[in-house]
């Protein structure tokens, strides 16, 4: 069983960056799929970005140009490099994995991006 932990989520004003980490209990070196959502208030969870294991990398339109997803193989790790915020990024972003038929999912870590 993986186990997703991610860190990085806090309170930033609108035009700033954050960067959120996602660690893995163990290799990520064969999932094939590592992603980022999010949930903000009374809203459905909705994809961020994701990548896969040969590094091509797909995102939602409203992140485009913004944000970038990223792996490190080495450190068991993916990240999401989140630039030009906005309020309406405000939700909890959650990292997840898919490892062969199983999709995990890490705790979440709030994002709030006040105007």
């Known amino acids: 069983q993986v186990q997703l932990v991610e860190s990085g989520g806090g309170l930033v004003q609108a035009g700033g960056s954050l960067r959120l980490s996602c660690a893995a209990s163990?290799?990520?070196?064969?999932?094939?799929?590592m992603g980022w959502y999010r949930q903000a208030p009374g809203k459905q969870r909705e994809l961020v970005a994701v990548i896969v294991s040969g590094g091509n990398t797909n995102y939602a339109d409203s992140v485009k140009d913004r944000f970038t997803i990223s792996r490190d193989n080495a450190k068991n790790a993916v990240y999401l490099q989140m630039n030009s915020l906005k309020p309406e990024d405000t939700a909890v972003y959650y990292c997840?994995?898919?490892?062969?038929?199983?999709?995990?999912w890490g705790q979440g870590t709030q994002v709030t991006v006040s105007s």
């Open positions: 163990e290799s990520i070196f064969s999932i094939s799929v």
């Open positions: 997840n994995a898919l490892v062969r038929t199983t999709l995990y």
